[in-house]
C-alpha cells in the first residue's frame, strides 16, 4: 500500500521553530524525480511551498518562506524533511508532501514549474502547523 506520513506539526508561538517529516511506505522516495510540501490555510488555495530534486538536490521555496524554511532529504531514511524557523502566523496551514515520480513537462522547466500541485502524483493527508501566541 502506497502511503505518505506527515508529522511533526502542532502549535508554536511565532518566532518559533517545527520540523516536519515526511515518511514513505510502498514507495522509495529515491526514485521520485522530486518531493515537494505544500500547505492550504482556511479559505485559501493550497500552494507549493518547496520542493527538492533528486541528483543534484535542487530546491525550491515559494518567496514567503526563503530564508526561513529548508528541505531536505534522507533516502536511507525514506524520509524528506522540512525545517522551520522564524514561524510567523500566517504559516499557519494544514501542510502536505507529495512526489513527482513523472519529471518534468516539455517546455516546462523543474526550476519553474515546482509549485505546480498536478505534478505530484501521491499525497499525504497532512499536519496542522498552528502558529500562535
Known amino acids: 500500500q502506497v502511503q505518505l506520513v506527515e508529522s511533526g506539526g502542532g502549535l508554536v508561538q511565532p518566532g518559533g521553530s517545527l520540523r516536519l517529516s515526511c515518511t514513505a511506505s510502498g514507495l522509495t522516495l529515491a526514485d521520485a524525480y522530486a518531493i515537494g510540501w505544500f500547505r492550504q490555510a482556511p479559505g485559501k488555495e493550497r500552494e507549493g511551498v518547496s520542493s527538492?530534486?533528486?541528483?543534484?538536490?535542487?530546491?525550491g521555496y515559494t518567496d514567503s518562506v526563503k530564508g526561513r524554511f529548508t528541505i531536505s532529504r534522507d533516502d536511507s531514511k525514506n524520509t524528506v524533511y522540512l525545517e522551520m524557523n522564524s514561524l510567523k502566523p500566517e504559516d499557519t496551514a494544514v501542510y502536505f508532501c507529495a512526489t513527482d515520480y513523472t519529471g518534468p513537462v516539455w517546455g516546462r522547466p523543474f526550476e519553474t514549474d515546482w509549485y505546480s500541485s498536478s505534478k505530484y502524483d501521491y499525497w499525504g493527508q497532512g499536519t496542522q502547523v498552528t502558529v500562535s501566541s
Open positions: 527538492i530534486r533528486r541528483g543534484d538536490s535542487w530546491a
